[in-house]
C-alpha cells in the first residue's frame, strides 16, 4: 500500500510560482513512476508531469518550459516547481504513484491563479 500526501497549493497571482511536494509513504520499496496531475473545474483529469524511477521525465506541453518535476528516492518525496503561472493553471493537483502495476493517488491540493 501507498499513502500519498500532497501540500503546497494556494493562491498566486499570474506570472508568479509555487512549489507543490507529495510524500509517499507505506512498505514501499521502489515506485516505478511518480507523477502529477491536474483537474480543473468541469474538465477531466489530465497529466502534467511524470518521473521515473530512472529519472525518464515526461510533461505535458502545456507546462513544458515553465514547470519542473523532480525527486528525492531516498525521502520518498517528489516535487512540483511551477513558474510563470497562468489562469488556466487553475486546477486541483493530485499527486500519482504506480507501484506494482497499481494506481495509487493523493487526496490533492488546490492551486488558484489569480489577480
Known amino acids: 500500500q501507498v499513502q500519498l500526501m500532497e501540500s503546497g497549493g494556494g493562491l498566486v497571482q499570474p506570472g508568479g510560482s509555487l512549489r507543490l511536494s507529495c510524500a509517499a509513504s507505506g512498505t514501499i520499496f521502489s515506485i516505478n513512476v511518480m507523477g502529477w496531475y491536474r483537474q480543473a473545474p468541469g474538465k477531466q483529469r489530465e497529466l502534467v508531469a511524470t518521473?521515473?524511477?530512472?529519472?525518464?521525465?515526461n510533461y505535458a506541453d502545456s507546462v513544458k518550459g515553465r514547470f519542473t518535476i523532480s525527486a528525492d528516492n531516498a525521502k520518498k518525496m517528489v516535487y512540483l516547481q511551477m513558474n510563470s503561472l497562468k489562469p488556466e493553471d487553475t486546477a486541483v493537483y493530485y499527486c500519482n504513484a504506480i507501484y506494482f502495476a497499481m494506481d495509487y493517488w493523493g487526496k490533492g491540493t488546490l492551486v488558484t491563479v489569480s489577480s
Open positions: 518521473i521515473t524511477s530512472g529519472g525518464g521525465l
